[in-house]
């Protein structure tokens, strides 16, 4: 008996304004407190790194990162719900870590919602630490939640 894998071909494709319509309907598909498109406007005049992981024509997901001294702040990171729990995570967490270091980072940072446990394994499962956390960062439905603050030593 043999079995039948289904192989899809992705690749990066950098964010663009054009994109935003599509980015934005992704995001709100995905949390309960998305980004806005100004946000991700923002972030593209700041000249962050923004990359879109797509499939042939269908987006799989993205990130933002923004460089600093030494380091990268990952902003943003988001697959696609319907293309969740497939691998596409990790794939977008190595495009961060691939330019981080041709960056000369020595480290990669971001902040998880205390609820996203599910981002939480993910993340732990790279190689990410906790190593901090702030009260009352994310915006929530009854008021504000508090972030895990993690790292990533390259």
Do not use: F
């Given at each position: 008996m043999s079995a039948v894998f289904k192989t899809i071909e992705a690749g990066f494709e950098p964010m663009t304004e054009a994109r935003l319509d599509e980015v934005v309907a992704i995001e709100r598909r995905a949390y309960d407190h998305p980004w806005t498109r100004g946000n991700f406007s923002d972030s593209l005049r700041s000249g962050y790194r923004a990359q879109l992981l797509c499939a042939g024509e269908t987006t799989l997901g993205y990130f933002v990162a923004m460089q600093g001294v030494d380091e990268v702040h990952l902003l943003n990171i988001t697959v696609d719900v319907p293309y969740q729990g497939q691998g596409w995570g990790r794939i977008l967490l190595d495009a961060v870590a691939l330019w981080a270091r041709s960056e000369n980072a020595h480290w990669v940072?971001?902040?998880?919602?205390?609820?996203?446990?599910?981002?939480?394994?993910?993340?732990?499962?790279?190689?990410?630490?906790?190593?901090?956390?702030?009260?009352?960062?994310?915006p929530a439905a009854q008021g504000r939640e508090d972030a895990i603050v993690m790292s990533y030593k390259l």
């Open positions: 940072w971001l902040e998880v919602r205390t609820s996203n446990t599910r981002a939480q394994d993910v993340y732990e499962r790279y190689g990410y630490r906790r190593v901090g956390e702030r009260k009352n960062y994310y």
